[in-house]
């Protein structure tokens, strides 16, 4: 091609047009394939041709234009097809400024597959065409002013400005799913050999968007008598925080509730489930049941002995026992005090100490008679919450069990960490030791009840039967059985050396959260989230009686004075204290200002710990 050519003729044509001409003034310095970058233009421009007579045309114009090269029309064509090539890629670089990096990956992949399934299918070819006229129109309109179009496209619905990280790491749901599995699988022991296919049409199909959920929600409160208010409250408030604000809404304290799809009532009683909460209203109109948490007569309709209202403590005489708590451990006034709810609570042997499990993810030592921390467990410690503790019968040591799927041993007197206990693949929820100190239980979501060996650190024995989480376990006082209770409604016992369950009780109809030997190992209590306290006769196998009086779930319940007295707790921040005989309730402790999740007793003293972050040691007479 010679400097002093100025312009080239182009005929352009199909069976359905004429012949046009057209001369480009100023032809660049250039090699012969900037020929076809025009010819493209003009062909864009004014012709609607099959790719037939594109390549005819092509031939045609370069052989008139370009005589003195004599190119065999082979070489044309291949000059031809490189320069569609080009002329392609360059069109898609400059498409994916505007694009996020998934949908032009899922873009290319679809051009290529219609190319390869529909090629000569004429009316796809023609709408590849239009498509490329559309990003040829853009190109000249972003040329002419730049700005407006960066504005156009920052204000178009249809451009996501993501950042470049952000879009690197997005995937279809069909591949997300994958993905999960294979993480779960590696997790779980797998070989992670997960196979996940080549790109199906499933890949194509857009993500949904993301749902941005509001930061601030209202929430209805209902109330009795059909009483309705509103709060409006920040989506990230903590549980402490809600009740505040529904106390300043009402003037009055309330318990928390709240029905699932299946109309069961969920009580809430820390930030995990006010979060549940949230999660599982999302896109429902929320709304929370308000209880007072005053007496009322529901509540002592079978009380035959009260205090007064909670937060006040006059000494009542009669009863079991009087209602006043005569020391208090933790609270504002401590400075090493637990700063968050406790979960679990046990004296040691001699009963001059105590060992306290916490959501804060410590346990402390307390002294009984100062009621001073004297050790706080931490060091290399959990990485969840701690939700059950018990001290060893020699006094020494303590174990404790966690959400994050172990079991720890520590030194009682100095805090030191002695062993980790790992097998379980979920939340541990309890863990006891054995009379003898040689063996510790353990119950987990897992729906295993584990037996450990203290010398050797090792799982010795699985229980396995139980179809739900598995949320107590305890050792009989002559130390041959065990008890469980499950998310299953039922109570078992096992003969836990030769692996046999002895017994299935059946009686409750929600969860069951604790699980009591009698002092003499004939009887078995079980407390559960059916607001029921049930008495067992292990050797006939049946149910002696049942105990109402919580309004609430119930979260643990023990004997005491020799099993002559039971003491149960729930959610409705009360201890209360019934006779084993008659299965009448005798007393209504108060004192607390949150769930009531343990209690222990030794001596005359009865021990609680709750939800306020405290732990109350209330007095418990002789007979």
Same mark, same amino acid.
């Given at each position: 091609m010679s400097k002093e050519k100025e312009s080239l003729t182009f005929t352009l044509g199909s069976e359905t047009?004429?012949?046009?001409?057209?001369?480009?003034?100023?032809?660049?310095?250039?090699?012969?394939?900037?020929?076809?970058?025009?010819?493209?233009?003009?062909?864009?421009?004014?012709?609607?041709m099959t790719p037939e007579e594109a390549q005819r045309g092509a031939v045609f114009n370069f052989k008139k234009n370009f005589a003195d090269l004599n190119r065999t029309e082979e070489e044309i064509l291949d000059l031809y097809k490189k320069s569609k090539q080009k002329r392609e890629d360059k069109a898609r670089r400059k498409e994916a400024k505007d694009e996020p990096t998934e949908g032009r990956e899922r873009k290319e992949k679809r051009e290529r597959r219609s190319e390869r399934e529909n090629d000569g299918d004429k009316s796809d070819r023609k709408e590849r065409r239009h498509r490329s006229r559309s990003r040829s129109s853009k190109r000249r309109s972003s040329s002419k002013d730049p700005k407006k179009e960066r504005r156009r496209r920052s204000s178009s619905p249809e451009v996501e400005r993501t950042p470049r990280s952000a879009r690197k790491i997005a995937f279809s749901p069909s591949k997300e799913k994958q993905i999960k599995a294979h993480i779960d699988m590696i997790l779980n022991g797998g070989d992670g050999d997960v196979d996940f296919g080549s790109t199906s049409q499933e890949d194509t199909t857009p993500d949904p968007p993301a749902q941005r959920l509001p930061s601030t929600v209202q929430i209805k409160l209902a109330m009795?008598?059909?009483?309705?208010? #509103?709060?409006?409250?920040?989506?990230?408030?903590?549980?402490?925080?809600?009740?505040?604000?529904?106390?300043?809404k009402c003037k009055k304290r309330f318990a928390i509730s709240y029905e699932d799809e299946e109309g069961d009532r969920i009580e809430l009683d820390d930030d995990n489930s006010l979060q549940m909460f949230f999660e599982s209203s999302v896109g429902k109109r929320l709304k929370l049941i308000c209880t007072e948490m005053g007496i009322d007569d529901k509540l002592t309709e079978q009380v035959t002995m009260y205090s007064s209202p909670r937060h006040t403590e006059p000494e009542r005489p009669g009863g079991a026992g009087d209602s006043r708590a005569f020391k208090t451990l933790g609270g504002p006034q401590c400075e090493d005090r637990h700063t968050?709810?406790?979960?679990?609570?046990?004296?040691? %042997?001699?009963?001059?100490?105590?060992?306290?499990?916490?959501?804060d993810r410590t346990l402390k030592i307390w002294s009984t008679r100062s009621g001073e921390v004297l050790t706080t467990l931490k060091d290399k410690g959990h990485l969840g919450y701690v939700l059950s503790c018990d001290y060893s019968p020699c006094n020494h040591h303590v174990v404790s069990a966690s959400e994050d799927k172990t079991c720890k041993i520590w030194m009682a007197g100095n805090g030191r960490k002695l062993a980790n206990l790992n097998g379980h693949t979920d939340k541990v929820y309890c863990c006891k030791y054995s009379p003898d100190a040689k063996y510790i239980a353990s119950a987990s979501c897992d729906q295993v009840c584990r037996v450990w060996n203290t010398d050797t650190q090792q799982s010795i024995y699985s229980l396995t039967g139980h179809t739900g989480p598995v949320f107590s376990c305890t050792f009989s006082n002559n130390g041959r059985h065990i008890a469980t209770g499950s998310d299953d409604d039922t109570v078992r016992t096992w003969d836990w050396r030769s692996l046999l369950e002895t017994a299935v009780f059946k009686g409750h109809s929600m969860t069951v959260w604790s699980t009591n030997f009698s002092h003499d190992d004939k009887y078995l209590l079980s407390?559960?989230?059916?607001? %029921?306290?049930? #008495?067992?006769?292990i050797r006939m196998r049946k149910q002696l009686r049942v105990m109402k009086g919580h309004q609430t779930p119930i979260h643990h319940a023990v004997f005491a004075k020799n099993s002559n007295y039971i003491v149960s707790c729930a959610r409705d921040w009360t201890v209360m204290v019934w006779d084993t005989q008659s299965g009448l309730l005798k007393n209504t402790l108060n004192g607390h200002g949150g769930t009531v999740y343990h209690t222990a007793y030794h001596d005359d003293i009865l021990m609680s710990c709750s939800l306020d972050e405290t732990v109350k040691l209330w007095k418990f007479p002789q007979n």
């Open positions: 047009e004429k012949d046009k001409k057209f001369t480009y003034k100023g032809f660049p310095e250039k090699r012969e394939t900037d020929f076809f970058e025009m010819y493209y233009k003009m062909k864009e421009k004014t012709s609607k009795e008598g059909d009483t309705h208010k #509103l709060v409006s409250v920040a989506r990230d408030i903590t549980f402490d925080a809600i009740l505040d604000e529904i106390e300043k968050e709810a406790i979960y679990c609570c046990e004296f040691s %042997q001699d009963g001059e100490k105590i060992v306290t499990a916490s959501r407390a559960s989230m059916d607001h %029921q306290i049930i #008495l067992w006769d």
